[in-house]
């Protein structure tokens, strides 16, 4: 299974340098020779990633004497078209993996993390997820108009802290949908994202721990980007929502992956330095957060509690007053609807 996934992740990266030449030729031809030259195989090889990127929705004009043209380009996450849309020096995202359909993006960004030389910052992007993971067991629906990514993050960060970095993802990702709607989004503790009071994205964090210190962190992110409302099953039609259908506009998804990143990048190098973390956001998170000031009940590891959410703490505990007047500081939960 590695092997034939590290096989497959070496030709994405021909078929990315392929695809980068023919993105800075702006529409013009390239030559089949000048594509050879690149990528160091032959030109044979070369039309057979070209077929690829037909297969992943691009369309390549083809003519003999004068080689290959791009004339259209899909919203997908793979490499060249989301570091167009980074800072330069990104890190975050400075490695892109992609695979159309996959069983979930969390679990083979974990197995291949076992090998240290895959760098901090590697994105692996889906398609379509046919496993793809929820908190708490959960399954994750993930159809093909989502946006559905997981980063990796090999930083030094304490494991008492690592609870802040779902916490920053979702600030993070508040602000990307923003970037492309008016439309008002809310965290709900801890780190779901709402639209029209339906969940709109879910993060999952999946860590790897020596002892008091992380290893790395595998961040995935569930955004239902551009799933139409009907798309979704029985079970989730009263309660999620992706930004089409609570906005009325389709987003551009590899816009949206590549400001996640942009906005996640400078908060995650300041908690790896030591510094504010969440606290550096907290007041923009409790703004718009949808928990606070309310009664509400959350499934705790430890049972439910009732209550009323009065405030979170710079290390992400939520602060609750029970019907009887006693304060609980809760580190992990989730509230029901
Ligand atoms: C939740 O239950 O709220 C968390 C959902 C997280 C879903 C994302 S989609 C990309 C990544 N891969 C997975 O299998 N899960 C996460």
Known sequence: MAEHALTTWESQDLRDRILERLLDAEGDWVSGAELSAITGVSRTAVWKHIQTLEELGFTVEAVRHRGYRLTHVPDIVLEPLLRRRLPAGCALGRRVLYAPVIGSTNATLAHLAQSPALPHGTVLA??????????????????????????????????????EITLLASVAVRRAILRQTDAPVQI??????????????????????????????????????????EAFPDELANIATSILAASGRPVHRTQLGADVLRELEPMVEALAMGGAGFAAVIDEWRSACHTLGRDIRVQTPGGLVEGFAIDISPDGRLLVRTHTGERLSIPSGEVLF
């Open 126 to 163: 889906a398609g379509t997820q046919t496993g793809g993971r929820g908190r708490r067991g959960r399954s994750w629906f993930s159809p093909d108009t989502g946006l559905w990514f997981s980063v990796l993050i090999r930083r030094q960060i304490p494991l008492s802290r690592a609870a």
């Open 188 to 229: 709900k503790w801890p780190n779901d994202l709402l639209m029209d009071e339906r969940k709109v994205c879910g993060i999952l964090a999946e860590l790897r721990a020596d002892g008091e210190e992380v290893q790395h962190v595998v961040l995935g992110i569930g955004i239902n980007a551009n799933v139409p409302h």
